[in-house]
């Protein structure tokens, strides 16, 4: 399903816009016009999963661009340049432009959080389950089949709220994670299961990144807490797999 058409439906909601980062259809004019207004982007496929074919891309302080592949690292002086060889490693296909987030780092190391969300038994849409995802320490991504590190999520919370505002914080992503299935069912009805990407900047504020229409709940065995995951289950089970969304 195409990211850019989830985005879409996500901002005709109020709420939800004011958690969206800036997000356009990835070329030459519109990448340039974004590097000057944030300085940094990510670009990536309009579809696609696991982080795969994600590319930072920035505007340097001190002039030239940099972007960054994997673990391959270019400079150039002036953006056609930068364009110019950006276009010779980028998968040939629909790719986006995305406002770069400055994530929450723990132990110098940058992370986002996966919350999972599913219609009950009852049909209600309900968050069940966060988790961190720590990004491997020379890669731009976080995801766990890119080699980022599944983390509790007050683990990697602990460094930068106490536990009151941790418990507070939960309970705001919770709602989001709601709000998020319930306004995209609005387009796809048959919809019962959704995995958000949410991005935590320095402020606090969270981001939603993209959201997964086919998300894997398998990370979450991970967790010391196995109900979590024996409930996703229990869920899964209460709607047959051709009743989702494709």
């Known amino acids: 399903m195409s990211k850019q058409r989830k985005t879409e439906v996500l901002l005709q909601s109020e709420a939800l816009a004011l958690h969206v980062p800036d997000t356009r259809i990835y070329g030459r004019d519109s990448l340039k016009a974004m590097l000057d207004q944030y300085g940094m982007l990510y670009i990536k496929p309009d579809s696609g999963t696991f982080g795969n074919g994600v590319i930072k891309v920035q505007k340097?302080?001190?002039?030239?661009?940099?972007?960054?592949?994997?673990?391959?690292v270019q400079t150039h002086a002036a953006y056609e340049a930068?364009?110019?060889?950006?276009?010779?490693?980028?998968?040939?296909k629909r790719y986006l432009a995305q406002k770069g987030i400055h994530l929450l780092r723990h132990r110098k190391r940058r992370f986002d959080l996966r919350v999972m969300v599913q219609r009950?038994?009852?049909?209600?849409?309900?968050?069940?389950?966060?988790?961190?995802?720590l990004s491997h320490p020379s890669k731009i991504v976080t995801n766990y089949h890119?080699?980022?590190?599944?983390?509790?999520?007050?683990?990697?919370?602990?460094?930068h709220m106490d536990a009151a505002a941790q418990k507070e914080f939960r309970g705001r992503l919770?709602?989001?994670?709601?709000?998020?299935?319930?306004?995209?069912?609005?387009?796809?009805?048959?919809?019962?299961?959704?995995?958000?990407d949410v991005a935590v900047d320095?402020?606090?504020?969270?981001?939603?990144?993209?959201?997964?229409?086919?998300?894997?709940?398998?990370?979450?065995?991970?967790?010391?807490?196995?109900?979590?995951?024996?409930?996703?289950?229990?869920?899964?089970?209460?709607?047959?797999?051709?009743?989702?969304?494709?």
């Open 60 to 72: 340097l302080a001190e002039g030239g661009y940099r972007f960054q592949s994997g673990i391959r």
């Open 82 to 92: 930068m364009f110019r060889s950006l276009e010779q490693i980028r998968p040939k």
């Open 120 to 133: 009950n038994p009852a049909g209600a849409w309900e968050t069940t389950g966060i988790i961190g995802r």
């Open 146 to 159: 890119s080699g980022g590190t599944i983390t509790p999520f007050e683990t990697l919370l602990s460094g």
């Open 174 to 196: 919770e709602k989001l994670g709601v709000q998020t299935g319930e306004q995209l069912a609005t387009r796809w009805p048959r919809l019962k299961e959704i995995g958000l």
């Open 202 to 246: 320095t402020s606090l504020k969270p981001w939603i990144l993209e959201v997964n229409t086919k998300p894997d709940p398998y990370i979450f065995r991970r967790l010391k807490d196995k109900e979590i995951f024996r409930r996703m289950r229990r869920y899964a089970a209460a709607y047959a797999p051709k009743s989702r969304a494709r």
